[in-house]
Each structure stands twice: as C-alpha cells, then as structure tokens.
C-alpha cells in the first residue's frame, strides 16, 4: 500500500515561514495535495500540484515536489496565528477514477504570536 | 452550491451498542462518497467508498458497515460497538471526473465508553 509519511509537530511565531514536509512511497501519483484541518471541523483542500509540476504558488503558499526523492513541501509565508491547524499531505490513488487517497498522519502547526 | 452534511456531531455510546452515522450531500449529482476515520493520534484511514447506489467497497475489515439506500445518501453503521471504534468519522465525496478532490463534512465524534 501507499504510505505517506509526515512530521508531527511544527512551531512557529508568527510572521515567520513554516514549511511542512512531507514523502510518499507511489512515484505514478497523479496529484499531490494539502489538505487542512482546523479543531473539531472536517478537513478543507488547501491546494494540489500536479505531479509533472515541480512548484506551485498561490498566494502565502508554495507547493515544492521533488519526484526523484520523493518529497513535497509546503511553504506559509507570513504565517499567521490563524494559519494553526493540522494539514494534511495526501497522494492519489494510482490510475485511480474513484478519488482514493492515502493521508499522511497531519502535522499539528502552532503559530506563536 | 454542493454542501454535505454529517450527524450526529458527537455521540457517546456505550460497548455493544449500535451506531447509525448519517451523511448527506446536496447540488450534485452521482458523487462518490466516502468514510474516512481519524483515531486519536493517527491520520485518516478510508473505511468504506461508493461509486452508486447500493455499491459499497470497504478498505479494511472491522466491526462497521455502510449503506448507501439513496444517491445522496451515506451511512455508516455498527450493530455493536467497540472501544476500538472510537474516533472522529468524516464523510467526504468526490466528482468522478477530477480524482481526488474530496470535499468533507464537519465531522462525528464518537466514544464508546
């Protein structure tokens, strides 16, 4: 099966760069996503890149894939005290019509003001 | 606009009792729905998904069962409970054309006591 492994903990202050990382083990992954969940609430679709992407930008956010180790990235600019939350690194199912996906465990974020 | 809804938001059970855990989605139509678990500590394990009415695939063996009597409809069921089962239940669904992008509810605390 996939697995997508991911660090737990990340504290930061607030107006620093926080940058979870995140690797997983299926290397024909179509997309690649981050998702985040604030306390007690569902998880929300923060962003997504697609795997022949190497970077993606939105905003406060960077999405960095590196397929050849295997490892993507998310970069908050700025971060923010409303930005604490678990996000979550996820990996598609491989040819996968059914939108199956594999989470990694979350990393619990805390912004520090 | 789609929107999904889950309840109860939480439920405490005792062991050996039953669950009913309902999920409803609104503004689409033919979704793939989904129950992922989250246990305290650990990410999120897809326990069942379905593709159409009555169509039910589970991811692992456990002491829980699914339904989907209507379109639109998703529910997940126990007819005794385990300590084990606790946890936080998500439902989700998808679009069948973009894998991948789930859309999740708030949420359904359960513990068994």
């Known amino acids: 099966g996939e697995d997508v492994e991911q660090s737990l903990f990340l504290s930061v202050r607030e107006g620093d760069s926080s940058v979870i990382n995140c690797t997983y083990t299926?290397?024909?992954?179509?997309?690649l996503y981050w998702y985040k969940q604030e306390p007690g609430a569902g998880l929300q679709l923060l962003t997504y890149?697609?795997?022949?992407?190497d970077m993606k930008q939105d905003q406060r956010l960077t999405v960095l894939l590196n397929k050849k180790d295997k490892h993507l990235s998310l970069r908050i600019a700025d971060t923010q005290t409303g930005d604490s939350a678990i996000y979550f690194c996820?990996?598609?199912?491989?040819?996968?019509?059914?939108?199956?996906?594999?989470f990694g465990r979350g990393t619990q974020l805390t912004v520090w003001p | 606009s789609q929107t999904i809804h889950q309840w109860p938001a939480t439920l405490v059970q005792p062991v050996g009792s039953p669950l009913s855990l309902e999920c409803t989605v609104e503004?689409?139509?033919?979704?793939?729905l989904y129950w992922y678990r989250q246990a305290a500590g650990r990410g999120l394990q897809l326990l069942f998904y379905?593709?159409?009415?009555?169509?039910i695939s589970s991811e692992v063996p456990q002491n829980l069962s699914a339904s989907r009597p209507q379109d639109r409809q998703f529910i997940l069921s126990s007819k005794k409970l385990l300590l084990s089962d606790s946890g936080f239940y998500l439902c989700?669904?998808?679009?069948?054309?973009?894998?991948?992008?789930?859309?999740f509810g708030e949420g359904s605390r359960l513990t068994v006591l």
């Open positions: 989700a669904w998808s679009v069948v054309a973009v894998a991948g992008e789930l859309f």
């Open positions: 503004g689409t139509s033919n979704p793939n």
């Open positions: 299926d290397s024909s992954s179509t997309y």
């Open positions: 379905s593709v159409g009415i009555g169509q």
């Open positions: 890149i697609f795997s022949n992407m």
């Open positions: 996820a990996e598609s199912d491989r040819g996968s019509t059914l939108g199956r996906l594999y």
